[in-house]
Every structure is written in C-alpha cells, then in structure tokens.
C-alpha cells in the first residue's frame, strides 16, 4: 500500500501526532528489522540467511552446536574428549552439561573437553552442549565403568545372530503376522550387580517392537520378569537387581524379541532389522 501526506509549511500540534502515526502504519524504518537483520538478508520465503557475509547485530548469527565424536547410545568409559562442532562464528566458550549439572568447560577454538565418567554411576546418561546464546540437543550414552556388556548365546528359538548383540529381521506376513514369531537369546546372569539395562533398536519406523526379559532358557518355559513395548527406536528396559521382589536371580536368563501384530495392510510384506544390547550395572 502507497501511503501519501500533503505538505504543510507550519504543521499545527495535531497535525504532527498525525503524521507520527501515519508514519508507524506506512511500516517506515530505516534500520534492523525486529529479527536483528536488515530486510535484505531474508530470502523470499521469509528465512534469515546464515551466510558469513551476513551482518552481526547484538551477536544474533547463531552457532551449529554438536558433538562430532560420539554417536547416541554409545559406551562410554574412564576419561573422554569430547570434540566440538560449531557454525562459522564461534562461541567465546562452550560448556558440558552432564545430567543438568555443568561439569566441563572449554573457552578458545577449536573447542574440547575432557570429561570424566568415573564421576557418575554406571547408567544411561544424558549430556549437551551450551553457550551463552543456545544448547546443542541432548545426547544419550551408555557410562559403563565398573559394569559390563551382556554375553548373548544361542536359545531354541534364536533366528539371528548372538554375541554382545542379538540380531535379525522379521518380515510382515498377509495375515499380520510376523516371520519369524519371534527372536530369542539365553545369557547368564553372574551375582553381584545392581540391575541390567536392555536396549532395542530397530530400522523400521513403521513397526511397533516388544522384548521381555525373564528366568530360564526360553520364554515358553520360562519366568516373565519385565517388558517393553514402543513405536520408537530405540527403547530400554532397566531393571533393579538389589530390589526385594525381584524376579531375575543368578543364573540362565532370556531376553524374547517380536513385533507386535498388526492388521495395517500397508505394512504386508514389509520388514524390519533388529539390534538388541545388553549390560550389567554394578
């Protein structure tokens, strides 16, 4: 809209509150717009552009905040550096946030930090990245100092592979049902730890993966213990060993991976790969 005012020599009082106004609905500036960008460095459709030869106002270019060297759900243990990512305008410092609490910090480029997980309890942990202006998304990890990986063996029914892993596939049938039924893995649990922690991945979103854990070589014959059930990859299962009712003892357990059925006809003939990994927290 083209807004025009007549000229007047010697405006009266009213006159000039008038044209304030007239000059605030024309939309009228000459400086930033309210992102902090002048309005040539937005593209059509609107967004701030992050190219360097973008200006700086009040700092607002952001930086790109991750951690390059580990990977979510990873083990972890003793003393780790952790390496950083940032966006081409560096941060004056960044810090490692470990289960809320800072316990790192670094403040020159190329940025690292050494953590140390023998401060924490074997467990999984959540960490991220934080600077003066913006946080890096969580990340979760496996801290595993005084525990250990679950050795998996073959069970009846396994149909995938066994070692620190159990893995394999299903496939959806016509009926809704699954090929195999089912995966499963004896493994042994030894005396003195605390709990054990499962984790299921899978690589089709689309399906929705149970696991159950229990006493004995199968799940047929054996003692249902815990369950999980999710549409998410991955999900776990802890459980506490120290508590009173427990129903995991010493001795030959089963973990028991299927899908759940489905009557969706848009997932016939699909399928999905598995991973399942095990550890004993002391």
Known sequence: MECRVAKQMTPSPLMMILLSSLAVACGASDGPTDSGYPEDTRSADGQVSTDDSSPRVDGAVPTVLGIANISPYQVVRGIVTIEITTGPIAPDAVTLIVKG??????????????????????????????????????????????????????????TG????????????????????????????????????????FWNNEAFEMQFEVGRGTDHASGSFAVGGRSNYSPTNIWYSLTHERTDLAPGVCYVYVSPQETDDPALQGQNTGFRLEGFLLR
């Open 161 to 200: 592979g066994v070692g620190e892993t159990v893995e394999g596939s299903f496939l959806v049938l016509e009926d809704g049902s699954f090929e195999p039924l089912g995966s499963e893995a004896q493994w042994e649990l030894p005396p003195g730890f605390r709990a054990i922690v499962m984790l299921l």
């Open 101 to 158: 609490q800072e316990v790192a910090r670094a403040e020159s480029a190329p940025f690292s930090l050494r953590w140390d997980t023998t401060q924490h309890e074997d467990a999984l942990i959540w960490l991220r990245l934080e600077t003066a202006d913006e946080q890096s998304e969580s990340l979760t990890v496996m801290v595993l100092n005084e525990g250990q990986r679950i050795s998996f063996d073959s069970a009846p029914t396994q």
